[in-house]
Nanobody, 132 residues
Framework: QVHLVESGGGSVQAGGSQVLSCVASVHPYDRFMMAWFRQAPGKEREAVACYDSYGAIVYAETVKGRFTTTRHDNDKVTLFLQMNNLDFEDTGTYYC?????????????????????????WGQGTQVTVSS
């Protein structure tokens, strides 16, 4: 069982910045892929950034140039999502997901790639609200 704990959500003004973090109860030497998803009200959950097992990072076109995901390792693994120049379309619940094992992401993986049968786990989500 892997536990993911997200933090850093809240309200931010349009044009502002925010940092989300996700602490995963895995060892840095384990093999896994981590990703950030978000779900806007009335919309499906979509991937915004992925950090695959080989260290490659993929971003959604809608956030490229504004969002940056980085990873910090100590006895656990923390994935950060630095979000700059936020706009109203970035409002939503942000989820961290992890899939154990090797995975090379040339494009953003779908939500279904983080299912239980694929040794996938999800965090509880953190709300980001962008306002004027």
């Amino acid at each position: 069982q892997v536990h993911l704990v997200e933090s850093g959500g809240g309200s931010v003004q349009a044009g502002g910045s925010q940092v989300l973090s996700c602490v995963a109860s895995v060892h840095p030497y384990d093999r896994f892929m981590m990703a950030w998803f978000r779900q806007a009200p009335g919309k499906e959950r979509e991937a915004v950034a992925c950090y695959d097992s080989y260290g490659a990072i993929v971003y959604a076109e809608t956030v490229k140039g504004r969002f940056t995901t980085t990873r910090h390792d100590n006895d656990k693994v923390t994935l950060f999502l630095q979000m700059n120049n936020l706009d109203f379309e970035d409002t939503g619940t942000y989820y961290c997901a992890i899939r154990l094992g090797y995975y090379r992401a040339r494009v953003l993986p779908p939500e279904s790639d983080f299912g239980e049968s694929d040794h996938g786990y999800w965090g509880q989500g953190t709300q980001v609200t962008v306002s004027s």
